[in-house]
């Protein structure tokens, strides 16, 4: 049996200008009525075909749930499922309700699947330079996950690799970080002896840590497309003549599986 019970309100009729309050009773007995005023013990209200009648009373412990003319409900003393759900459904028939004035206090649920694999090519660190990534990802809106990448670093002529962990705060937006080979440095020296003139060049491949802030966006049904963007920062451990703090990048199409 379903935990909530999903509930139609407003009812119109065609004969009368004002709408209805409808108590339920535990013996799925319905009244429909005016309702005055709640107590702890006891329910005021008035017949609903004759509102300038006596008041009358009904026990709260006779009482199921009203359903109230503006679509709210009130639920009493819920200590039984019984066949609360075939009384709703009972009400919702007899009344002829339209399916769109569903009425729930029932949080709506995500539909959103954190869970999938991804295929990315691009350039940036998480692909090696130009290169690819191939990426998982686990959870709901809030999800983890984790990805390895390699490409071609033209500037450097090698092939370079990473990998990494994402944090997912929401949805496709993360925090990236990583670890491999992030890039290159050049170095070239000029001097002379005062007769000859000398020049040196160097080259020195830089790996360490990265840490970017960015999005993986994709859209489709089962198989989706998009696209990666992502910037940050990269801490380069073996550099020798620049600076050791190194801008980091990712861009790239995505497919998701």
Do not use: C
């Amino acid at each position: 049996m379903k935990k909530y019970i999903y509930l139609l309100l407003i009812v119109f009729s065609s004969n009368i200008s004002n709408a209805q309050d409808i108590i339920m009773k535990r013996n799925n007995d319905e009244l429909k009525a005016k309702i005055i005023e709640i107590t702890d013990e006891n329910i005021k209200y008035k017949d609903f075909d004759y509102q300038d009648g006596p008041t009358r009373n009904i026990k709260v412990s006779e009482v199921f749930m009203i359903l109230y003319e503006n679509g709210k409900r009130e639920k009493f003393n819920v200590t039984q499922s019984q066949t609360q759900e075939e009384a709703v459904e009972d009400v919702i028939s007899k009344n002829e309700i339209p399916e769109n004035k569903v009425v729930t206090n029932e949080s709506p649920k995500s539909d959103y699947d954190g869970k999938y694999f991804m295929l990315a090519i691009g350039y940036g660190n998480s692909y090696g330079g130009s290169g690819l990534r191939a990426q998982w990802r686990f959870g709901g809106i809030q999800g983890f996950g984790f990805h390895i990448g390699g490409g071609y670093l033209p500037d450097a002529d090698v092939f370079l690799a990473a990998a990494g962990i994402k944090y997912f705060p929401y949805k496709n937006l993360y925090i990236n970080a990583q670890f491999g080979l992030i890039g290159n440095e050049e170095y070239y020296e000029s001097y002379s002896d005062g007769y000859n003139y000398y020049s040196n060049y160097d080259e020195n491949l830089l790996y360490g840590p990265s840490v970017l802030l960015g999005g993986d966006w994709n859209w489709g049904g089962r198989v989706g497309f998009g696209f990666n963007a992502g910037l940050g920062a990269s801490y380069a451990l073996n550099t020798e003549y620049y600076d050791e703090i190194m801008l980091a990048i990712d861009l790239g199409f995505v497919i998701r599986f």
